[in-house]
């Protein structure tokens, strides 16, 4: 047996990367055939994202398993992956500030195609203290139970780690559905006008954000029931609550620009 005099982790050959690859083809020509009305492309798009479903299901089982009962990450390879997840997090950070460029552009210098006004004329805007600040609290409270939980694991403590995660998943669902009973009653649509455009586009891809840092923070504390976290190794659990924290500000950004002060 060769002993290995390094801290890294070379990884061993795996099929999933090519999977996804394969995948990611099949869903991109299946959509294409489906907005250009060709027979079974919807169910050929269908098919590639299920099987891009399964491939993150066993890849991330792999790294899992490579993690906790292999003992292969290091510091070294934790100190790797805590860079990979910030660099992430920069780039979803350069997303959103796309979305606020766009609606800062339109609202700063309002055009006179839209009335020469912001909000645009004919447009009813959402009250922001009603469900939007409800929202807020709701997002706020779930970044103290996620930072709660983050120090339950490093105590040890796996009960109050389990309980406060459960708080959080239950507190990130009501706000699901608390953003879904808004865009229903909005008084407004995605077609009317840039202010529609920059508002649903904003606010939908951050519950977007919001329902996969939930399924995120849901499969940490599957993995703690599990056993799989240590007070020395639960980078996944990190990673999630870095997720979670930067969706949190996001949304404050979010309230404070496009609720309240571009409704006003």
Not at 59 to 65: M, S
Not at 138 to 156: K, N
Not at 229 to 252: I, K, N, P, R
Request: a negative charge; one cysteine or more; aromatic letters at 18%.
């Amino acid at each position: 047996m060769n002993q290995q005099k390094h801290p890294f982790h070379l990884v061993d050959p795996s099929p999933w990367p090519f999977l996804a690859s394969f995948a990611a083809l099949v869903t991109t020509f299946g959509g294409v055939m489906y907005m250009h009305g060709y027979i079974g492309g919807d169910s050929l798009a269908a098919s590639g994202f299920l099987l891009i479903l399964y491939t993150m299901f066993v890849w991330w089982r792999d790294i899992i398993r490579e993690a906790t009962y292999q003992g292969h990450h290091t510091t070294t390879v934790q100190a790797g992956l805590k860079s990979g997840m910030i660099l992430f997090i920069v780039s979803e950070i350069m997303f959103f500030l796309a979305f606020f460029w766009a609606f800062f552009h339109s609202s700063l210098a309002p055009t006179v195609e839209i009335g020469a006004v912001w909000p645009p004329k004919g447009i009813d805007v959402l009250n922001p203290w009603e469900i939007p600040f409800l929202n807020t609290l709701i997002l706020l409270t779930s970044g103290a139970t996620v930072t709660w939980a983050h120090h339950a694991i490093l105590a040890g403590q796996k009960t109050q780690g389990i309980m406060s995660l459960i708080f959080t998943v239950i507190l990130a669902a009501v706000f699901t559905g608390f953003q879904v009973v808004e865009y229903v009653e909005a008084p407004f649509t995605i077609t009317d006008g840039i202010y529609g455009s920059t508002f649903f586009m904003a606010t939908g891809f951050h519950g977007f954000h919001v329902f996969i840092g939930t399924v995120f923070l849901a499969i940490c504390l599957l993995r703690l029931v599990a056993n799989q976290f240590s007070t020395h190794q639960h980078f996944g659990f990190e990673a999630a609550a870095w997720y979670w924290h930067f969706v949190d500000v996001v949304w404050l950004f979010l309230f404070v620009a496009i609720y309240w002060w571009g409704g006003l």
